[in-house]
């Protein structure tokens, strides 16, 4: 996925994101480079240091797996996640 938030994934948006992942069971990886850290941690979030127009990889482990996938996808690329 192509981060496509306006500034990138700073502190506001990676909370956001954080809670996005929060809301599925799954195990949510996030990983760009040979970093890969749990999307429902902030500060794991935090040191990816993700700018507009980076390229991250994520993964889901779980029940809802293809829901979480979806969800975060939407959410970066445009910013909006599911209700």
């Known amino acids: 996925m192509v981060v496509a938030i306006k500034g990138g994934l700073e502190a506001r948006p990676i909370a ?4 996005v ?3 599925y069971d ?32 994520v993964s889901a482990e779980g029940a809802d797996e293809q829901a979480a996938i979806d969800d975060i996808a ?4 445009g910013g909006k996640a599911k209700q």
């Not at 939407?74 to 690329?77: G, I, K, M, Q």
């Open 16 to 19: 956001e994101l954080v809670q």
């Open 21 to 23: 992942a929060s809301k």
């Open 26 to 57: 799954s195990k949510i990886y996030i990983e760009i480079g040979t970093k890969r850290v749990n999307a429902k941690s902030i500060m794991g979030m935090m040191s990816l240091d993700l700018g507009a127009g980076d390229v991250m990889n």
């Open 74 to 77: 939407s959410f970066v690329t």
